[in-house]
Structures are given as C-alpha cells and as structure tokens.
C-alpha cells in the first residue's frame, strides 16, 4: 500500500538522525495517514479514502469532502479521489 495521502498528494520525505556526536544516517519521516470514511452530502452515502490528519483538518475547514474536491488541483489527488470528484460534480449538475 502506498504511503501517499489521497487528497493532498503528501509522502514520504527523507532527512538525518542526527547524534549527539553530529554523526548523520538516512531516515524517512513518513506522513501520518489514517483510514477514514467521510460522508459526502451530493452522493448521500460515505466514501473510504486513505488521508494524512492535516488532509481531514482541511476537509473539515472547508466545509466538508464536496466543497475540498471542489476546490482541490486534479494534479494533487489520486486517482481514486479524480473519479469521486468528477462523480460529485455529474451529480451537482444533475441536480441543477
């Protein structure tokens, strides 16, 4: 499984573990991703999306999963989150 948030295209990045004596190794500082179902309200029912806690602080500041799809970049969002995105817009626009 990937170790890349859904949403906001956040991975892994690489540093030093620096020691006391200022010797340097490679690590990885990974995102904190969690399995999460978040409900959209165009589709009516709840979508299971693998995102990093910063992605949920965002979605919940934008006023929920519809209104961050809405505004988030197509480059940034798995393929995943590029389907639902384009299935919440049909449905906006059917609605209209």
């Known amino acids: 499984m990937s170790r890349v948030c859904e949403l906001t295209g956040k991975g892994p990045m690489t540093g030093h573990n620096v ?10 500082f990974l995102p904190n991703l969690n399995d999460v179902t978040l409900q959209s309200e165009t589709l009516g029912r709840g979508v299971k999306l693998r995102i990093s806690a910063s992605a949920l602080r965002s ?5 929920g999963l519809d209104k961050f799809l809405a505004k988030a970049k197509d480059t940034e969002l ?9 299935e919440i817009a049909k449905a906006q626009a059917a609605k209209a």
């Open 19 to 28: 020691s006391h004596a200022n010797n340097k190794t490679k690590r990885r």
């Open 59 to 63: 979605v919940d500041h934008r006023g």
């Open 78 to 86: 798995s393929t995943n989150a590029l389907k639902l995105k384009k």
